[in-house]
């Protein structure tokens, strides 16, 4: 018999139509192959909808802030029922940029320089940091988004209307720009399964260029790079998927700049919309859209 799978999509963060999208594409496909499906959002009816349903495995489909970032895996580690992607410990990790770009750091993963900004030194100060560490345009964003959300390229001009447009963060990070080309892996398991080229029509591959057909970003596969160079980026996403302690399928963003890759960050539970990139990869392999989900499902577990 076909298992019973309960998507978890929705959720509180900003990156919630992202999630339901992600949610609606697997129960789709899931339901096409035969299995019984019922979505649920991860609010105060998730345990009765869990305790109805009795779903043999649950698909987190949820993006963002108390659906990536281990609160929710917390949760799940309650069920005693398998639930896909990473668990608490890397799930968190992983969704705080400062925490994992130390630890790419710590074992050599080229990422960009950076420090985060507490809103507690004046203008000026901030400017000599700036100034001081690499040079503008600098690159503002928080620590635990996603999807690009309050991502911005700054100037010295408009970096203090910025910081002051998103200062309900209390702590973000300034990070060196860099330029070049934008190069995303994805690692399913152990293994390497593939990389792909964005090239976005918009300034970089912001929300809009992400999710908006129109903006036309242009997907590109096979990546063009020298067989060797193609191998570095893939084993440096392995290698970070391994130390986070990752589970599942992972998706890690680069630029590509001067021959060396900068790892933005690794992202634990990627999109699955119709957009999304896994997905696009897993087909170039010859892993149809069910085959992917059914690996997923298979993976999960739980006690991670
Ligand atoms: N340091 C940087 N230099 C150049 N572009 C960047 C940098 N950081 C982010 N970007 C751009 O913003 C996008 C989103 O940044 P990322 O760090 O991956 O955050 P998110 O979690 O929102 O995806 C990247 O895909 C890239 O286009
Ligand atoms: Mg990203």
């Known amino acids: 018999m076909k298992k019973k799978v ?11 139509l992202i999630s339901l999208d992600t949610g609606l594409q697997v129960a789709k496909e899931l ?48 069920f005693n029922i398998p639930y896909t992607h990473s668990g608490v410990i890397a799930s968190a990790i992983a969704m705080d940029k400062e925490i ?6 710590k074992n050599k993963i080229k990422t960009p320089k950076f420090f985060t900004y507490l809103y507690d030194i004046n203008n000026l100060d901030l400017l000599k940091k ?12 928080p620590l635990n988004e996603g999807s690009s959300v309050n991502v911005y390229i700054c100037n010295e001009k408009n970096i203090f209307r910025i910081l002051n447009l998103i200062k309900q963060y209390k702590k973000v990070m300034i990070e060196e720009f860099i330029g070049g080309r934008e190069i ?5 398991g152990n293994n390497k ?22 903006a036309k970003t242009k997907h590109i596969i096979p990546v063009e790079l020298p067989k060797k160079k193609l191998n570095e980026v893939l084993s440096t996403a392995l290698k970070a998927h391994k130390i986070i302690g990752c589970k599942g399928v992972t998706r890690s963003d680069f630029k590509f700049y001067n021959e060396k890759f900068y790892l933005l960050e690794i992202n634990t539970q990627p999109g699955m919309t119709k957009l999304s990139l896994v997905p696009e990869i897993a087909a170039f392999k010859g892993i149809s859209f069910i085959k992917l989900i059914e690996w997923i499902l298979k993976d999960a577990s739980t006690k991670k």
Do not use: C, W
């Not at 700036?130 to 964003?141: C, M």
């Open 6 to 16: 309960l998507i978890l999509s929705g959720g509180i963060s900003k990156e919630r």
């Open 31 to 78: 339901k096409k192959n035969g299995y019984k499906v019922k979505i649920s959002e991860p609010d105060n009816n998730l345990e009765k909808n869990i305790k109805n349903f009795k779903p043999n495995v649950i698909f987190n489909a949820l993006h963002g802030q108390f659906g990536e970032d281990g609160y929710i895996q917390t949760i799940l580690e309650r």
């Open 100 to 105: 994992s770009k130390k630890i790419f750091i």
């Open 130 to 141: 700036i100034k001081n560490k690499f040079k503008f345009p600098v690159v503002v964003k």
């Open 184 to 188: 995303q892996v994805a690692i399913m």
């Open 193 to 214: 399964l593939g990389a792909i080229e964005l090239k976005p029509k918009r300034r970089f591959y912001d929300y809009k260029a992400k999710y908006n057909a129109s």
